[in-house]
């Protein structure tokens, strides 16, 4: 077939009250878990250096992230031990 050519357009779309109830349980323990790993990475990162990391940034960092790849159509944003 054919490869469009340039960007994806931005655009919001808002899923119906159904498809958001299904979608909240599962969000929420993804974010949760995503959360933790990436303040768990940076806590032993700290820990080498003898720094100490404030969680409550590690969590507005995160989201601030996760908002931008959402609205570029991007993949979501978290810390891994695998890095």
């Known amino acids: 077939g054919t490869v469009p050519q340039g960007l994806p357009a931005l655009h919001w779309s808002v899923p119906d009250a ?5 979608l909240l349980l599962p969000a929420a323990a993804i974010a ?11 806590q032993s990162l700290a820990m080498k250096r003898q720094e ?8 507005l960092g995160l989201g ?5 790849a959402a609205a570029a159509g991007g993949l979501p944003v978290t810390g891994g031990f695998s890095r």
């Open 18 to 22: 159904g498809t958001f109830g299904a």
């Open 32 to 42: 949760l878990v995503g959360f933790v790993e990436s303040v768990s990475v940076a």
């Open 52 to 59: 100490r990391i404030d969680p409550n940034r590690e969590l």
């Open 64 to 68: 601030a992230a996760n908002l931008a």
